[in-house]
């Protein structure tokens, strides 16, 4: 049965999205939250990798001559996680905008891409 969750935490829980889609970059209270979930959720990452890879080592030890066959599920999810356990941070996002999978993006030429303005035709 989960604890409940005390006010001070519930407080301090990210109410945004880990993404700068939408966030008016002159609006510095919204900035700094986007900024904080993106980084906040690189941490996870990393931090899941790192439990991954402890418990591994302990198979590893554990299992001594056997690890390739006892381990295998564990060294998998390891690979898996490993490929996106890096802090990135947040500075290429503010400054470059990358538009999702078939999404086509015009900006009005001369325009920061800080602004994110979109032609409209």
């Given amino acids: 049965m989960p604890t409940p969750e005390s006010a001070m935490f519930l407080a301090k829980k990210p109410r945004v999205a880990a993404t700068f889609d939408g966030v008016d970059?002159?609006?510095?209270?919204?900035?700094?939250?986007a900024q904080d979930a993106i980084l906040r959720e690189q941490?996870?990452?990393?931090?899941?990798?790192?439990?991954?890879?402890?418990?591994?080592?302990?198979?590893y030890r554990r299992e001594g001559n056997n690890h390739l066959e006892k381990c295998g599920r564990l060294r998998e999810r390891y690979f898996e996680l490993l490929a996106h356990a890096k802090i990135k941070g947040t500075l290429f996002q503010q400054q470059n905008f990358v538009p999702k999978e078939g999404e086509e993006v015009d900006y009005v030429k001369g325009d920061s891409p800080r602004s994110r303005k979109r032609v409209t035709d």
């Fill in 25 to 33: 970059y002159d609006d510095d209270i919204a900035f700094k939250a």
């Fill in 43 to 59: 941490w996870i990452r990393v931090m899941m990798a790192r439990l991954v890879r402890d418990e591994l080592g302990k198979c």
